[in-house]
């Protein structure tokens, strides 16, 4: 991977409508088209068809543009990937494109493959170039978290869910979109931020969203979501994460002046001034050699 | 005669059978790749039996890349032991 620009595109494992499909594949098409020379990893399992997920919004692009494949890394786990693909019901009914030829398999060193989905962070380490970012739940959120604390900037889609089967049974509220969460709140800062208030915007955001299905309650995954959303909040507040916001854009073409656009900047975060000082240098130079 | 044979500009839509496929190639890769990272010696190996053949490497500290050419395809699995992931140098 050395001198690789990674990119990293996560999202819902729930599928999208059938028009949130088309335009998560339209968007992510415009994103792969826009960053030509890097390498894409992803969650290679998902399921595909006409309403997908974002996984499997990704295999079915494989699928139209087998070109494209040396360009994307799908990430598999020893346990976890062979369950996933099998056909329903022995296994979950996932599929992985054909056309996909290069992995990072995350495996145990032990007789019995045992590695889950989510054990797997090697593909946020990895990652150092622009993200793609479709609707995605707690966990995506965390990753996504993760990024922009490294300085990389993401791209997020919204609106790709059918709203209907992606709300609480109890509440009728939506489910937390990693995408949306974040826009939210990032719309909501006008000014420097103290983390008092920040923990307020978070507050308010779930006073009419949902973290998972109260009705299936500690009997379904309700435990490792909320698990996730404590890891998820604590790296938030102790980073100051809405202070990163301005790597989040959800335009695809305008993001570097997005990037460089720092309304709310911490100027002990040498890295992050650092990341910025280079692209203004590098976006300089490239405009003196185009006088 | 099947539409897509008529029609040269035909071009599937999102509703048509792609070209993912189900479990047993991707089992039969995990599985080659696992024992191949397990092993603590690196053997390049060709299974005729599979028509399969396997070139192993250790291409950076707890990071090994497999390549399997299997069914006519090059595949190519970087490993990484769970426990390792933290270790790994980005820049491998």
Redesign the interface.
């Given at each position: 991977?050395?001198?690789e620009k990674?990119s990293q595109i996560v999202g819902d494992s729930f599928p999208f409508s059938e028009r949130g499909?088309?335009i998560a594949?339209q968007k992510t098409t415009e994103f792969i088209d826009a960053n030509k020379e890097n390498i894409f990893l992803y969650g290679?399992t998902g399921r595909?068809?006409?309403c997908?997920d974002a996984n499997?919004t990704i295999?079915?692009i494989l699928?139209?543009r087998p070109d494209l494949r040396n360009q994307f890394?799908g990430n598999?786990v020893?346990e976890h990937?062979?369950i996933a693909?099998?056909?329903k019901p022995e296994?979950w009914g996932c599929?992985?494109?054909?056309?996909l030829?290069?992995?990072?398999?995350?495996?145990?060193?032990t007789p019995q493959?045992t590695?889950k989905f989510g054990?797997?962070?090697?593909s946020d380490?990895?990652t150092?170039a622009i993200s793609l970012c479709l609707e995605g739940g707690v966990q995506t959120l965390k990753q996504i978290t993760d990024l922009l604390n490294k300085h990389v900037p993401v791209v997020v889609v919204t609106k790709l869910r059918e709203l209907a089967e992606n709300c609480d049974p109890i509440t009728k509220y939506p489910y937390l979109s990693a995408a949306d969460f974040l826009m939210t709140i990032k719309k909501s800062i006008r000014s420097t931020l103290s983390t008092e208030n920040a923990e307020k915007l978070v507050q308010t955001y779930f006073l009419d969203h949902a973290l998972f299905n109260n009705k299936k309650g500690a009997n379904s995954d309700a435990g490792t979501k909320q698990n996730l959303y404590d890891q998820f909040i604590k790296q938030f507040m102790e980073n100051r994460v809405w202070e990163k916001l301005n790597f989040l854009t959800t335009e695809i073409k305008s993001l570097t002046v997005s990037v460089l656009n720092f309304s709310v900047f911490d100027p002990s975060d040498y890295a992050g001034y650092l990341t910025v000082l280079i692209c203004k240098a590098k976006i300089i130079i490239n405009v003196m050699r185009l006088k | 005669m099947l539409a897509t044979a008529t029609t040269p500009e035909f071009k599937?839509s999102?509703?048509a059978k792609?070209?993912?496929?189900?479990?047993n190639?991707?089992?039969k890769?995990?599985t080659i790749?696992?024992s191949n990272?397990?092993d603590k010696e690196l053997k390049n190996t060709s299974e005729s039996k599979d028509s399969c053949s396997v070139t192993i490497k250790e291409v950076g500290p707890f990071i090994k890349i497999c390549r399997i050419e299997y069914e006519g395809?090059?595949?190519?699995?970087?490993?990484?032991?769970?426990?390792h992931?933290?270790e790994?140098d980005?820049?491998?």
């Open positions: 991977m050395k001198t990674v499909t088309l594949k290679a595909s068809g006409v997908a499997g295999n079915l699928d139209e890394v598999i020893d990937t062979v693909t099998k056909p296994g599929t992985i494109s054909s056309h030829q290069n992995f990072i398999l995350v495996y145990s060193a493959a590695v054990d797997d962070p090697i380490i990895l150092n | 599937p999102i509703a792609t070209n993912t496929s189900a479990s190639w991707i089992e890769i995990i790749a696992r990272f397990l395809k090059v595949y190519k699995i970087f490993g990484i032991e769970k426990s992931q933290s790994i980005p820049a491998f």
